[in-house]
């Protein structure tokens, strides 16, 4: 019985595992590279609110793009 419990934990941390990573909104390199473009010709850093965009020329990849990126407004 004890073995079934383990297997059934091993089950359920592999699920969540998997549903975090799909709930992450990842863009293909190319939307990553306009959004990029976009950022520095609009003078991205000096906008009021650039939350997520921080790194976006250093260290941020097209898979650090997510729904916490703060949108025009």
């Not at 592999?14 to 863009?27: F, G, N, P």
């Not at 790194?55 to 916490?68: G, L, P």
Request: glycine share 4%.
């Amino acid at each position: 019985m004890n073995h079934f419990f383990t297997v059934i934990r091993q089950w359920t941390v592999a699920w969540c595992l998997l549903c975090t990573q799909i709930a992450i909104a990842q863009v293909p390199q190319s939307e990553f590279d306009a959004l990029q473009k976009f950022y520095n010709a609009t003078n991205g850093d000096g906008w009021t609110n650039r939350t997520g965009w921080e790194n976006i020329n250093t260290t941020a990849t097209a898979n650090d793009v997510n729904d916490t990126w703060q949108v025009l407004q």
